[in-house]
């Protein structure tokens, strides 16, 4: 699972060959290290980001700071 970038404490990570079918491009955030029920958030293709879900159960003000940084990187993150 690499590691995109880390923001705070957060990591921002994807996992690789992720089931059949394939979702929409996405990354996971967890606090600290990769985790398998992580926050998982969806990138749309013009690089907006969409909350799949929040099991980090990340602050909403952390959430939206995330969101923020992921979709001004959409670009890399989906060329990762």
């Given at each position: 699972m690499p590691t995109i970038f880390?923001?705070?404490r957060y990591i921002v990570y994807f996992w690789t060959n992720e089931g059949?079918?394939?979702?929409?491009?996405?990354?996971?955030?967890?606090v600290g290290h990769p985790?398998?029920?992580?926050?998982k958030l969806w990138?749309?293709?013009?690089?907006?980001?969409l909350v799949c879900n929040?099991?980090?159960k990340i602050p909403e003000r952390g959430l939206r700071r995330?969101?923020?940084?992921?979709?001004r990187d959409s670009d890399v993150i989906i060329r990762a």
């Open positions: 880390k923001i705070g059949e079918p394939k979702e929409p491009v996405h990354v996971h955030v967890a985790v398998p029920n992580a926050t990138i749309t293709k013009d690089g907006k980001v929040n099991n980090s995330l969101i923020d940084d992921i979709e």
